[in-house]
Structure formats: structure tokens, C-alpha cells
């Protein structure tokens, strides 16, 4: 019998039984089949999901009081799929205005599901159980309206209207006087920042959300469909992963300085009286350690009974040496309390007496967590909060942001930069398949006095072309050539305020030029000098340069900072020396080295400055719900 042979993935078998020559042989033919395939398929779903909510419009969890949202009505062929149905919608008044003499008013609601607002028409005798049309039509009230939907006349901005029969809820926003904050038109971000339990209600900060939203189902989309496990890191550590040393501190300690501080301090003689005990109890102690020769010169532990009294009787003093030396340290540890801190022999905090018994912190990154799992799992990613202690008021710097970091055994610095190539063009084409509303609010808007026009081009440009590729050294000699060919326009104008030459950080306006000017795309550059990358980076064979890699965009800078890790012992060992750190917190990350090291890659992608990129916003403070910088952490 002939043995089976396994097609080869990706190859057709032209003498398969069953393939005729009308069928084709060229595997291009079957890959354009199936591509046709598949869009049509994909067209079939989207009208099956259409047909899906125009048969159900209703919110699941919100069947008690039967509303739409209107996400779902705009949905349905731009809300004609329920034209002439009874509805019912709630949400917040935006603006609202009576007319006809005061016969009846207009309501633009917007309940946060889309960007779009629905159109509401109320007469004087609809709102009248209400309290009038002026109940109604100040902006922040929030409303559920049953009513019919309609056909807005021909040329109008939205298709459909709602005219209202019912009035089911009304929640009043006292707006007298301008009281209410979002009652103004034109406010600036930081007038928003300082109220941001009310800034989502705006259609940038709702728009916001929503693009957040979608890069975040993107995100384990991508990653979970590639095989990766979704790992919970902790938020609590008590190493640094980037040797920084900006970290924000976790302590128990000032909790209990009142406490502390009420206890009595001992005295000197307390002390010198207990030292003295400890003293004298320690030669007792080593007196019946020592074996006693007997009258006829052999030792007493030759008589079995003798040796085990003995043995006893050491066993009690030692246990009274203890008791006293743990009395003792008690009393010098409180003897060393200041302001209600317990200090060190050297004057530093006492982290024993804190709840973790160590020093502990925020953690600036999950990475070498993520690694541990990595090096079983083999493929892990984390999505978790970070924080950085670091004095910056920049727009674009958070002291509290999100990272991704993806961790992968078995990977070199060449499959971690296609990675993070392939992560970031799904993304951009997961916002242009899914949110194509708030990029379009994105490219017109104005955000204090700034719009970008080229939100939707940029992202289409990234999900379709490849990553430019360079090294350190060849960026290096791009951006001198780049000042040597510069033509002040000016007196002292230079074209980089900070110097260029090899060996130093990159800084933003650097890595700016690359993308925006020189390449017009996301480039990667990698091969960095080892000075300037953490301990951690895979050294290379030249000695001076790390496998570490950076993906620069347009706009933002740096978007994602990466590398091989370094995977052998010595070298790690002697990396970290390098740096300055101890040895003792990076324990167990050394162990993984010992036990089983296996060669394996990974990266970090602020999630904030990602949404940066995709909206084109100015600030990060705006890209996160709830910022947190340098005195201010509102809500």
C-alpha cells in the first residue's frame, strides 16, 4: 500500500484526486478564489448583523425600560431600517431650543454609543407632564423619549427624527446662570481637566473613548488570535525593571507614624542593662556549648546521662538568649525611631517594619514578569497600568498610562520588530474597518486652535505599506548629514536643538524628523549603543550595541521600544553590575537564565501614545480617561 504523504501548507497538490486542469494548477488562482470568497462572506455578515438589529434594536440590559441606543438606530441604514417604528432612546440633551412660538421644541440627544445625535421633536403637550418644553431643552438633562421615528426632509443632515409621544424620564440639570460647566461652548482642554468626572460628555472625550475602546479589542484580538496567553502581571513590585529609579513608592509606614510616634522610647540604661544580659547570657550559653573533660580525663559527654542533661540544659539557655537578643533588637530598633519612622543602624528607612518587609513600589513595567511566563508558555502578553514618578509637565508624559508588552520565547530581535510591525497595522486597519465616524470627527475637529486633517490618511498609509528598517549608526549619519546640508533661515536657527552625534538617546524631535521628514512612515531602528538601553537587552557580538529596536511614527516619536533579551547568565550578571543594581531583587530573573534560558524577545507600546497617533491629538492627557501628572490626580 502506498504510504499517505502530507500536503505541504500553502502548496496545492495539482495530482490530488478530484483536480481537474478547469480547476486551475497555479496556487494563485485558489488564493484569488478564496480572497473573493471571503470578502463576500464578510459583506453576507455585515448584512446579517444589520438585519439582526433592525429585528432587535432593543439594548440587552436595558430591556426594562425597552431603549435603543442610538449606535443600533444609526446602525439599521442610517436609522430607515426603523422608520415609522415606536422607540424608545435615552441619553443627554445636548442642545436643545423651543420654536413655533413656543409650540413645541427640537432636542439633540446623544446617549455616547455614536457620535451622531438624534433629533427629537416635542410639542407642548408631550411636555407638559413634564413641567414645559423649558424642562427639557437645557443642555445636560437627561431623557428617555418613546416616540415614532421619521423621515427628516430632504437635504437635512440626518435621515430620520424621532418625534416624541412620552416623556419617561426627565433628569434636570440646573443650568442658571451658566451653572452647568459643559453649558459653554468652545471650553479648552485644561478647563476640561479640571472637571473630568463631566469632560466624557464631550464629543472629543466620548470619540476618545470610543477609539480607545476599539484599539483595545484590537489589541487581544490580535494577539489572542495568534496564539498568545493574556497574562495578569502584578502592580506591585520590588524591582525596576528600567533601572530608572522614577518610582512611585508603596508603603504602610506613614500610616502608623502617629502610632509609632506615641509609643515610649527606651532609655540608655534600658539598653545598656538588656546588652549586659545578652552578654553574660552568651557565655553561659557558650560554656555548656564546650564538652568539660572528667577527673579521669575523658569528657563528660562520655557518660550518656550526663550528655543529655547537658544537652537540656543548653537547649534551655540557648532559647533565653534568644528571647533576650529579640528583646534587645526590638528595644535598639525602637531606640532608632525619628518622626515616627523606624530607621536603619545607618540611618535609612527600615523597610522591615513595612507590609511587605522590603521596599516596594509601582511597577514601571511588567516585562520581567511577562518573561517568566514567557519561558513556559511561550508566547504572553500583558495590558496592564504602569506608573513613572518622573517631575514632567509635557504633553507627553503621564505619571499613570497603560502599557502592552508582548513576550515570546524563541524569538529573535528580526521576529520581534515584524511583530510589532504586524500589531500596529492591525490596529490601524481595526479603526479604519470599525470607527470610521470618530475618524472623521478627528480630521475635522479643532482641539484648542489644532486639527489634523491626515488622521485617516496616515492610518490607511501605516495598514498598508511596510516598515522602513534602519540601524542606530545609520540614523546617526542621516540626521549629521541632515544638519550639514541645513540653510539657516535665521540667525542662530539650527535645525535640532539637541546635538547629534553617536551614542546619545534620541530624543523626540530626532526621532520626529526621521518619520515625518526622511521616511514619511513608521520606521525601525534598532542596533542601539548598550550605554543608553537597559540591562537587560541581548549585548552583541561588536560588545558596544544591544539587540533593542524602537518603532518611530509620525506625530508621536517613539511608539513602541523593544528588544531581544539578553538570555545568558554571565552576561546579564555583568550587565546589571554595569549598571549599578544589585543582584539580590533580580534573583529570580537570573534564574530563568539558569534554568532552562532559551532565547526570547518582547516589546512595550504605550497605549497612550498609540491613541495619539490614531486621533492625532496634541496632549496625552487626553487619551486617557482619568490623567494623572504632577499635582493633579481629580477623581
Known amino acids: 500500500m502506498a504510504a499517505m504523504v502530507a500536503p505541504v501548507p500553502g502548496q496545492f497538490d495539482a495530482q490530488a484526486p478530484g483536480v481537474t486542469a478547469a480547476m486551475g494548477t497555479a496556487p494563485e488562482c485558489l488564493e484569488n478564489d478564496l480572497q473573493c470568497l471571503e470578502q463576500q462572506l464578510a459583506q453576507l455578515q455585515v448584512k446579517v448583523q444589520q438585519k439582526r438589529a433592525e429585528a432587535d434594536s432593543v439594548a440587552p440590559y436595558s430591556r426594562s425600560f425597552n431603549r435603543t441606543l442610538l449606535g443600533t438606530l444609526f446602525s439599521a441604514s442610517g436609522g430607515l431600517g426603523l422608520i415609522d417604528q415606536d422607540v424608545r432612546i435615552g441619553g443627554w440633551v445636548k442642545t436643545g431650543r423651543e420654536a413655533g412660538g413656543g409650540s413645541f421644541a427640537f432636542l439633540e440627544v446623544n446617549d455616547g454609543s455614536c457620535l451622531a445625535n438624534l433629533q427629537v421633536f416635542v410639542s407642548t403637550e408631550v411636555a407638559a407632564g413634564v413641567g414645559g418644553l423649558k424642562a427639557l431643552t437645557s443642555t445636560g438633562t437627561s431623557v428617555l423619549v418613546q416616540g415614532t421615528l421619521r423621515r427628516t426632509p430632504e437635504g437635512t443632515l440626518q435621515k430620520v427624527e424621532l418625534k416624541a409621544s412620552k416623556i419617561l424620564w426627565l433628569g434636570k440639570c440646573d443650568n442658571g446662570k451658566g451653572k452647568y460647566p459643559l453649558s459653554k461652548k468652545g471650553q479648552g482642554m485644561e478647563s476640561l481637566r479640571e472637571r473630568l468626572h463631566l469632560r466624557p460628555r464631550t464629543n472629543l472625550i466620548a470619540a476618545v473613548a470610543r477609539i480607545r475602546n476599539a484599539l483595545a479589542h484590537a489589541t487581544h484580538t490580535f ?7 493574556y ?3 502584578p502592580l506591585i513590585t520590588t524591582s525596576d525593571c528600567e533601572g530608572a529609579g522614577e518610582m512611585f513608592q508603596v508603603t504602610t509606614l506613614l500610616s502608623h507614624v502617629e502610632e509609632v510616634s506615641k509609643a515610649p522610647l527606651p532609655d540608655q540604661a534600658q539598653l545598656d542593662t538588656l546588652r549586659s544580659n545578652v552578654a553574660k547570657q552568651q557565655q553561659k550559653v557558650d560554656q555548656l556549648s564546650t564538652p568539660q573533660p572528667s577527673a579521669n580525663g575523658t569528657e563528660a559527654g562520655d557518660d550518656t546521662g550526663k550528655a543529655k542533661g547537658a544537652d537540656k ?6 532559647g533565653r538568649l534568644t528571647k533576650l537578643q529579640e528583646e534587645l533588637e526590638r528595644l535598639e530598633a525602637r531606640s532608632r525611631v525619628e518622626g515616627g519612622l523606624y530607621r536603619t543602624k545607618q540611618g535609612g528607612l527600615d523597610y522591615s517594619h513595612d507590609f511587605f518587609g522590603k521596599a516596594a513600589f509601582l511597577t514601571v513595567s511588567g516585562q520581567l514578569q511577562a518573561e517568566y511566563f514567557a519561558t513556559a508558555l511561550s508566547n504572553v502578553y500583558t495590558f496592564a497600568p504602569t506608573f513613572r514618578a518622573e517631575d514632567s509637565h509635557t504633553s507627553r508624559h503621564l505619571a499613570e498610562f497603560w502599557m502592552i508588552e508582548p513576550e515570546m520565547a524563541f524569538c529573535t530581535l528580526e521576529d520581534d520588530m515584524n511583530c510589532a510591525e504586524d500589531y500596529v497595522r492591525f490596529c490601524c486597519q481595526h479603526l479604519l474597518d470599525h470607527c470610521q465616524e470618530d475618524l472623521n470627527y478627528f480630521t475635522t475637529a479643532k482641539i484648542d486652535g489644532h486639527s489634523d486633517p491626515e488622521v485617516k490618511n496616515r492610518l490607511q498609509h501605516v495598514a498598508q ?27 542662530d536657527e539650527k535645525l535640532f536643538e539637541f546635538p547629534v552625534e553617536w551614542g546619545i538617546d534620541l530624543s523626540s524631535e530626532h526621532e520626529r524628523y526621521l518619520a515625518e521628514r526622511v521616511f514619511q512612515s513608521p520606521v525601525i531602528v534598532y542596533n542601539y549603543p548598550k550605554d543608553i538601553k537597559a540591562f537587560y537587552m541581548r549585548l552583541n557580538d561588536d560588545g558596544k550595541t544591544v539587540a533593542a529596536m524602537d518603532v518611530l511614527v509620525p506625530g508621536v516619536g517613539e511608539l513602541i521600544g523593544g528588544s531581544q533579551r539578553e538570555e545568558r547568565l554571565d552576561v546579564l550578571q555583568k550587565r546589571l553590575q554595569e549598571s549599578g543594581m544589585p543582584l539580590e531583587p533580580y534573583a529570580a530573573y537570573m534564574d530563568i537564565r539558569e ?41
Open 223 to 229: 494577539f489572542q488570535s495568534r496564539g498568545f496567553v
Open 231 to 233: 497574562v495578569h502581571t
Open 595 to 635: 534554568y532552562g534560558t532559551v532565547p526570547h524577545a518582547g516589546f512595550g507600546l504605550g497605549f497612550e501614545r498609540l491613541i495619539l497617533f490614531a486621533t492625532g491629538l496634541e496632549n496625552i492627557r487626553e487619551a486617557i480617561p482619568f490623567p494623572r501628572w504632577p499635582g493633579h490626580a481629580e477623581c
Open 465 to 491: 505599506s511596510g516598515f522602513k528598517r534602519i540601524s542606530y549608526t545609520e540614523a546617526i549619519d542621516i540626521l549629521s548629514k541632515a544638519i550639514q546640508e541645513f540653510k539657516p533661515q535665521k540667525k
Open 313 to 318: 540544659a543548653l537547649r534551655k539557655e540557648a
